[in-house]
């Protein structure tokens, strides 16, 4: 190890140290929530010319890879990206073995040529770092920076991702290259933004990361008493008397408490990795040039509100694979994503058609992609950029959907976008600074996730399509729903819904009864605060910390073999997959609703408890309700909370969706159904896309309007 090494290793073990004695003086945060205490990454050079190139409001943009192209080829790249009204394109993020085609040996006057030569066709550029892609002469000299899976064995090259995130060495390269790229292009003003490497994913199971979830450990319980305690290993002899006997919780049944830390310190570890680049890169950087990572949707990998808190904003990769695209499901990704920073982001990548990795790659049907690509800008997106520009010759992905076919000539798609970079130019304008602002937030929690994954109790109990189902109903109703950490300020919001929030933690629940107290409506689904932060069951029978507000609480759960009927307030129906018998403590709770005949246990037992507390309200739904019931719980959750549509009625299958900012509301309105749509409008709106003042609009299918409302 050469001095830099040693000095990061021991600044991963002094970050981890602060952030948890940060952590033990705030009175037990999660570890999900800890902060980097890496020192922020603020510094700008002296140099800092502050130059902003003033890209549009709306950006389109293409993967482009002009590595694998001859020089000669780029301006014709170029003119066909300009005349599809593409204002960015991404580059860089796979190219190491160009920048740096042997060890210290840099090579960027390739790149700069490509940057400059996009600059004259107006194709702004987001530098991605190479480092999901080490090159060959490193993983062939220093063997030790490629991953070990959790099978023991080490990667091989001709992947990508076979790089461990721990290794030290491997920091160090990626520290130098992004630092030498950023001493090239910090300055340079057709660079608009930086993209840290790739689709973080995967962890490594080598001996070192072993040593440094031991410390992380160690520094977060202090004492292996400690540690024993709150994961009570005295179940099955799993007590530790040396920090070094602790495994590495991954794959398979382990302790409960293990395999949530574990999962913790992968996103502190991901956090760090990408720290490491932030670093070498800011110092160099404009300040006008963000640095963002592109995440995959739901991956339920690390915690991304973690790995967020650094970047300047959040962007992921929309792909549909198989089928059609969900819009619920869709739309939900994007919520998600927008409630990472609390802000807008980027569709960093999405699919141009068809994919080349899902079973069968359908092409989306014609007009798809352009409604995606809307309903993208609707939810808070301010570009979109398709994957990827021209097919390699070679490659694994030579089958994917492309912008410009092998020979260098549009494919039909191409036109699809070429539409979009039309609208997006002519209309982009009136959506700088605007924003979808919500009344109703949805709770979601990686510790969660992870905690019920681990144990499901029935495999039918799909949390992703729980929340969807919560989604979609609420969605339908006030065109505007947030998703946001359940740590987030909610005073906004009229309604707040966890669907399954089973770790719970007393300060969490400080908050939201904080949030109830003050007038707020808080609606829990199933399995709700069951777990404190150790992932141990709590002592107090569900919902824990929240039981005395609710007046009530969880007799006895159970996983369903058979639909269970329901009735009461909401009318009737089902209850599927999951029951709980509740109970209402000395009356206090009004019960909503019951089950009916079932398996005895649950037969007339209560299934929805509510309760009035502070000045607002607390509702407890014991149940996975049949979509029918769902529609009925979402009426009542809207109607009882005063939430209010963002813009009203639409038909089925027309997705609306508001942005706010600037004195001017913003509808954009996506017609996801192969059939004609009639929407008839409040009061006469501009249809922008139209050109003119429409009291009503006829979207055809897949059609698109944007309406500008300054009433
Ligand atoms: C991911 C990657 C891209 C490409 C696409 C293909 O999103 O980031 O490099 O492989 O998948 O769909």
């Known amino acids: 190890m050469n001095l830099r090494e040693r000095l990061r290793v021991m600044f991963f073990c002094i970050s981890s140290v602060l952030a948890m004695t940060i952590v033990a003086l705030a009175g037990f945060l999660p570890a999900s929530l800890f902060a980097h205490a890496r020192k922020p990454a603020t510094i700008q050079a002296e140099n800092d010319t502050g130059a902003i190139t003033h890209h549009p409001a709306l950006l389109l943009g293409a993967a482009w890879y002009p590595e694998q192209w001859p020089e000669s080829r780029w301006d014709k790249d170029l003119a066909l990206m300009e005349a599809a009204h593409i204002t960015f394109a991404r580059v860089g993020e796979f190219a190491w073995s160009r920048m740096e085609p042997s060890e210290g040996k840099f090579d960027f006057d390739w790149l700069e ?7 004259q066709h107006h194709v702004a550029i987001v530098l991605g770092t190479p480092t999901a892609a080490p090159p060959a002469w490193l993983t062939q000299k220093y063997p030790d920076t490629l991953r070990i899976g959790p099978d023991g064995r080490r990667a091989q090259h001709g992947n990508r991702q076979h790089f461990s995130f721990t290794s030290p060495r491997y920091r160090e390269f990626c520290w130098q290259i992004a630092g030498e790229m950023a001493k090239r292009f910090g300055h340079n003003p057709n660079v608009i933004g930086w993209q840290i490497d790739n689709e973080y994913a995967e962890p490594s199971y080598d001996d070192y990361t072993k040593q440094l979830f031991q410390q992380w450990l160690k520094v977060k319980y202090g004492t292996l008493a400690n540690l024993n305690d709150r994961w009570t290993t005295a179940y099955w002899s799993q007590t530790y008397d040396n920090w070094s006997e602790i495994p590495l919780g991954g794959e398979g049944p382990n302790n409960p408490g293990l395999k949530l830390e574990f999962m913790r310190f992968i996103s502190h570890t991901w956090a760090d990795y990408q720290q490491n680049q932030i670093d070498a890169i800011r110092p160099y950087a404009d300040k006008r040039q963000f640095i963002t990572t592109n995440f995959m949707g739901f991956f339920e990998g690390f915690d991304h509100y973690v790995v967020s808190r650094a970047l300047d904003l959040a962007s992921w990769d929309d792909y549909v694979g198989e089928g059609q695209v969900n819009p619920d499901m ?8 927008r409630g990472f920073k609390h802000k807008n982001f980027w569709v960093m990548e999405t699919q141009p058609g068809a994919v080349n990795w899902a079973d069968i790659n359908n092409f989306l049907n014609r007009g798809e992609v352009r409604a995606m690509a809307w309903q993208a ?13 021209r097919s390699a010759l070679n490659g694994q992905e030579q ?4 912008l410009v076919g092998p020979d260098g000539t549009p494919v039909p798609f191409y036109n699809e976008v070429k539409d979009i970079g039309r609208d997006f130019a002519k209309v982009g304008g009136d959506f700088r600074d605007t924003t979808p602002v919500s009344q109703v937030a949805l709770l979601y929690s990686y510790d969660s996730r992870w905690a019920i994954d681990f144990q499901q109790h029935t495999d039918k109990y799909d949390q992703l399509a729980l929340l969807r ?19 987030s300020n909610l005073d906004a919001y009229k309604l707040v819904v966890a669907p399954d929030l089973n770790v ?3 300060d969490m629940a400080q908050h939201l009864l904080d949030y109830v107290r003050q007038g707020g409506n808080l609606v829990l689904g199933p399995r709700s605060d069951m777990k404190d932060q150790y992932n141990a069951l709590l002592t107090q029978r569900q919902p824990g910390y929240l039981a005395d507000a609710l007046g009530g609480r969880v007799e006895q759960y159970y996983a369903l073999l058979n639909d269970v009927p329901l009735s009461g307030e909401w009318g009737n129906g089902n209850a599927t997959i999951w029951a709980e018998q509740l109970g209402a403590a000395n009356g206090d709770a009004q019960v909503l609703m019951r089950y009916g005949a079932s398996n005895g246990w649950l037969d007339g037992q209560p299934a929805v408890l509510t309760h009035r507390y502070g000045k607002g309200r607390i509702t407890y739904i014991g149940a996975i309700l049949d979509p029918d019931l769902m529609s009925k719980a979402a009426d009542w959750m809207v109607a009882q909370s005063g939430v209010t549509p963002a813009f009203g009625s639409v038909p089925d299958g027309v997705y609306v969706s508001r942005r706010e900012g600037e004195g001017k509301r913003i509808f954009v309105m996506v017609n996801f159904t192969r059939e004609e749509k009639h929407v008839e409008l409040r009061h006469a709106m501009q249809a922008l896309l139209a050109g003119h003042e429409e009291s009503s609009v006829d979207l055809a299918a897949y059609g698109v309007e944007v309406f500008l409302d300054q009433r």
């Open 377 to 389: 800008i609707g939810h808070g997106a301010d570009a979109v950029e398709y994957w990827q520009w």
């Open 330 to 337: 869709n739309g939900l990704t994007h919520d998600l994503n």
């Open 113 to 119: 040529k490509a940057i400059d030569m996009a600059a």
């Open 399 to 402: 089958y994917h959907g492309t």
């Open 469 to 487: 189902d919560y989604y979609a109903a609420l969605r339908k109703r006030a065109q505007s729903v947030d998703v946001v950490n359940p740590y």
């Open 504 to 506: 719970l933690p007393k």
